[in-house]
């Protein structure tokens, strides 16, 4: 009997630890307001004006999410205001995006450090990713807003 419940204790303590797990989501259009609370009675902190830019969402409070974004502005976004599509921001001066996903590819253009690439699908340590007119594969390490 005593075994069956630490069981069950070990097995609600497993599924609370899961629940609070950290992910990311992004921007959902082209104006979000980041609010110091959660409602819409809070003051806006910051007008954020970049479509899928990505936020790493900490907290939960009804429909709205406590988020951080890559300079460390942390607030809360309605959750009609987030999306599900997967993007990142480049973290290192510079990344060298290739045609196929190894470094001995032809690089086809260099990404400076803030630039924003939609993600298309992952495998491994690279990301095949597009920004406006340039398409290939990006190292996840130079990339902030992924996993």
């Known amino acids: 009997m005593l075994k069956i419940f630490f069981i069950i204790i070990f097995f609600f303590i497993e599924i609370n630890s899961f ?3 950290e992910y990311f989501l992004t921007l959902r259009y082209d104006k979000v307001n980041l609010r110091q609370g959660p409602s819409k009675e809070y003051p806006v902190k910051i007008f954020y004006k970049k479509k899928f830019l990505p936020v790493l969402v900490q907290d939960i409070s009804d ?4 988020v951080r974004d890559h300079e460390n502005n942390t607030g809360w976004i309605h959750i009609s205001q987030l999306s599900k599509r997967k993007a990142a921001i480049i973290i290192e001066d510079e990344q060298i995006l290739f045609h196929k996903p190894t470094i001995y590819s032809k690089p086809i253009a260099i990404f400076k450090k ?3 690439a939609r993600i298309i699908k992952c495998k491994e340590n690279w990301c095949k990713a597009q920004s406006n007119k340039y398409k290939g594969w990006l190292k996840t390490d130079g990339l902030w807003g992924l996993f």
């Open 63 to 66: 429909n709205f999410r406590k």
């Open 114 to 116: 803030g630039r924003l």
């Open 19 to 21: 629940t609070k797990d």
